[in-house]
């Protein structure tokens, strides 16, 4: 029964998936969609850094396209689906980047990140007693992903959302 309802929900979330093994390829010059878009990233958290909000917005743009790409070509990776969430969380979207966070964590429960961000997406949409329940497994992670969610959920590292 577990296996019907994850594959239903794959097929929700993932509609025009088609599932296959192909590699990610990504471009002609050997660089993955995945790192594309990884640097992405990188590049936007340090334009928000320094309050250049619409330059960061349109590299997440870009990179959950490529995550959306890198996805197509190597399904149900639990760092692609990681980033789909941040991305699409940054994005405004709370409710599909959650869902992409979930799916993560049914691939690798204990996965950092993925516990760190939907974490902070529940303090960002005030559902305080499910952040702390994130905060829990990463307890003994002995982490920088545990201290950045605890600072945030006590209030003394605001989070952009």
Avoid: W
């Avoid at 794959?10 to 993955?32: E, K, Q, V, Y």
Wanted: charged content about 35%; overall charge positive.
């Amino acid at each position: 029964m577990k296996k019907i309802i994850y594959i239903l929900l794959l097929i929700i979330i993932f509609p025009n998936n088609s599932f296959s093994a192909a590699t990610d390829s990504g471009s002609s010059d050997g660089t993955s969609s995945y790192t594309k878009a990884y640097n992405l990233i990188k590049q936007a958290k340090k334009y928000e850094k320094k309050g250049k909000a619409e330059k960061a917005q349109k590299r997440y743009k870009k990179a959950q396209k490529l995550l959306l790409k890198s996805n197509k070509e190597k399904p149900l990776q639990a760092d692609t689906l990681n980033y789909l969430g941040f991305t699409t969380r940054k994005l405004g979207d709370y409710k599909k980047g959650e869902e992409f966070y979930l799916l993560g964590l049914k691939i690798n429960p204990n996965h950092k990140g993925i516990n760190e961000y939907l974490g902070e997406l529940y303090v960002v949409t005030e559902r305080i007693d499910l952040a702390k329940e994130r905060l829990e497994i990463l307890k003994d992670c002995n982490c920088e992903e545990y201290d950045e969610l605890k600072e945030i959920i006590e209030g003394t590292k605001k989070s952009k959302y």
